[in-house]
RNA sequence: GGUCCUGUAGCUCAACUGGAUAGAGCAACUGCCUUCUAAGCAGUAGGUUUCAGGUUCGAGUCCUGACAGGAUCACCA
């Protein structure tokens, strides 16, 4: 039983013992106590004063002598109005750090026994990734790490979208306008190479566009004739029905850009378990279309298309197979998602992607629960809003993106030239320099992308670039950096720091307790941030308890204190400190130096 | 137009799911390097939580209605 259980449980019996109340345990809850009170934790009395009859101060005054009396942890306590700020002694707080300490799991919840599927990047191979798919793809794999941490097996998936006519956009302006350029011809990354052909297909698109409404068509008209257009559709048929040339074409075009993408992917340090490709998927679900026209969840039209009716769950009709009998969007979803099952037997399937999908999820969602799909309760959409530049929104056809590989780059030639500045590696190799860059300027990347919310969109200004100090990566990386210093130190000169003797302390400095208080809550933070799947719980945790490091770092002396036992103490609540950060980094993604 | 999301300090974000005087960072200002890394610490200033009602002991949080921004409502993906 933790430290909060325990009050509760004495707080539950408390309403049994002195109001003959018997209440459910679990409606109980303490919060932490506001920094100007006496206190760690503190219990609203308010909803309770029906059972006790009798006033806010009253009340909490009786059940904190009752706490005072039958709870050992408890040797004080004050009200304030309603609020009963409870503290809890020293002794304890030493106790519960010695658990942490020893604890060589902290951080890692146990086992579920249970499997989830996080769904995330699903790129489109037609161009290469951009800001926006920086965003999904930090999310995804922190969630991943996240729900690691709290005890599920999880599967890392990449649906990748290789197939349809965006891709042979890119074909037929290859066709057109490569000249047969090769990634290593042209220096360019496979999927830059890719890229520029989508940009120049939408260029030269336009022209013929424009040509043709000179000419007296309709803007409409001109959209639908214009020669390159109906051409990628060509291309898109001949694909379909297997045409030599064009597979062989689009095998060559996305060989380039997963060459591309791998360098990327290692480059932001995400990776997969399992690869799908819409190529192999998009003809799924059509057996799902039968089976809910058997069971009457679908139903068909005069005209033949299938459709399902949402209307009783605040939805529309939505259509699932098109009248000619080929598949829409959601059909191939509804395959994918069985697909999924079956190969992996999931209970839970994480979907990360944009909010301009909410619709598509909620109606896809339904259905398989209107099938009576097992998995159906285990289905979440990670929603995440757009990342949006100064100038608004980015547009890949007409290049106003921030280009992931790009802004990667920049952000690790900020980081050093920050570094070089401050002057503190003398020593460093010409490597070790280079992997700390790369860190920080990572680091720096994924947490300003993941302490926000991921419901909500955000503002991303290049100009500006993202900041090093206050609320940042490399400033819990800092953090780390200084407590890794002083565990050299102290291995150095050969101060025992474990756990032996910390019982022999009976003279806890606030910030030291303060500190205790919040990596006790490390693993309360690691369950919050898997049942919300928001990685930015975490984050601010480690904001949070970084600067209360940094706080404790200020105030108190480490290796000019006298007394050894207090010296080991400080040592080995710094050494608990950087483990908890490393641990908790991690599970976003995010690595931490030993020296920066 | 229907549906959904968002609106908190000049800017970027929090607020433990209804609790106390709404907190951090950036930017501004003031201190602190003869002590373990100043990418740090301490402090000052900054608010009608978009607006108007309502629910109750108590509302940034819940309900209603405005206003603003965004997304979505294809036999597209």
């Not at 909010?355 to 959409?381: A, C, S, T, W």
């Not at 993941?450 to 953090?479: A, C, H, W």
Request: net charge negative; proline share 3%; hydrophobic share 35%.
């Amino acid at each position: 039983m933790n430290l909060e259980e325990q009050i509760i449980s004495s707080l539950h019996q408390a309403f049994k013992d002195l109001f003959d109340q018997e209440i459910s345990i679990n409606e109980l809850s303490l919060q932490p106590t506001r920094k100007e009170f006496e206190g760690t934790f503190t219990f609203v009395v308010f909803p309770y004063l029906k059972l006790t009859k009798l006033n806010p101060e009253a009340s909490g005054q009786k059940l904190g002598e009752y706490l005072l009396q039958n709870c050992a942890v408890v040797p004080a306590f004050n009200v304030v109005k309603g609020f009963l700020n409870i503290s809890v002694s020293q002794n304890s707080w030493i106790e519960i750090f010695g658990q942490l300490y020893n604890n060589p799991s902290f951080g890692q919840l146990s086992t579920k026994g249970k499997r989830v599927m996080v769904e995330y990047s699903s790129p489109n191979t037609n161009k290469p990734l951009h800001l926006g798919h920086l965003r999904n793809n930090f999310l995804g794999f922190a969630v991943s790490e996240i729900m690691k941490a709290n005890g599920y097996e999880v599967i890392k998936a990449n649906l990748v979208n290789d197939r349809g006519i965006h891709i042979c956009k890119s074909m037929v302006a290859y066709r057109h306008f490569g000249n047969s350029e090769t990634p290593e011809s042209s220096g360019l990354k496979g999927d830059h190479l890719a890229g520029k052909y989508y940009v120049i297909f939408d260029k030269e698109y336009k022209k013929q566009i424009n040509q043709l409404v000179e000419k007296g068509l309709s803007e409409d008209e001109a959209k639908k004739n214009a020669p390159l257009m109906l051409e990628a559709q060509e291309m898109l048929r001949l694909w379909e029905a297997g045409d030599k040339e064009v597979v062989s074409l689009w095998k060559l075009m996305n060989s380039w850009v997963y060459e591309g993408f791998d360098v990327t992917y290692k480059k932001m340090g995400v990776d997969f378990d399992k690869f799908y490709y819409e190529s192999d998927t998009y003809l799924l679900g059509k057996n799902i279309v039968e089976e809910g026209l058997e069971k009457g969840v679908f139903y068909k039209k005069e005209n033949g298309s299938v459709w399902v009716d949402l209307s009783d769950e605040g939805l529309d009709e939505k259509l699932v197979l098109r009248a000619d009998g080929t598949s829409v969007y959601i059909t191939q979803d509804m395959g994918t998602c069985d697909l999924k099952y079956n190969d992996f037997q999931i209970n839970k399937s994480v979907y990360v992607v944009g909010n301009e999908q909410d619709y598509h999820f909620d109606v896809l969602f339904k259905i398989m629960r209107k099938l009576g799909r097992p998995y159906g309760d285990g289905l979440y959409h990670l929603s995440y809003g757009m990342v949006d530049l100064p100038t608004g929104k980015m547009k890949s056809r007409e290049g106003t993106v921030v280009d992931a590989d790009d802004l990667i780059q920049e952000m690790v030639e900020t980081a050093e030239s920050h570094t070089k500045e401050l002057g503190k590696i003398d020593g460093f190799t010409a490597d070790q320099a280079a992997e700390l860059y790369e860190i920080l300027g990572l680091g720096a990347l994924k947490y300003f992308l993941l302490k926000v919310d991921p419901k909500k969109r955000m503002l991303f200004n290049p100009q500006e670039s993202i900041e090093f100090q206050g609320n940042t990566g490399p400033f819990i990386q800092y953090s780390h950096a200084r407590i890794a210093s002083i565990l050299r130190k102290a291995d150095q000169i050969g101060v025992d720091y474990s756990s032996k003797g910390f019982e022999e302390i009976n003279q806890l400095e606030d910030s030291e307790r303060d500190l205790i208080v919040i990596l006790n809550d490390f693993e309360k933070k690691i369950r919050q941030a898997g049942e919300e799947y928001s990685p930015s719980v975490l984050a601010q945790y480690l904001f949070d308890l970084a600067k209360e490091y940094n706080k404790f770092y200020a105030e108190l002396p480490i290796f000019n204190e006298k007394n050894s036992s207090i010296q080991a103490f400080r040592i080995a609540l710094s050494a608990l400190t950087a483990k908890t950060i490393r641990k908790g980094m991690s599970l976003l993604g995010i690595k931490v130096p030993d020296r920066m």
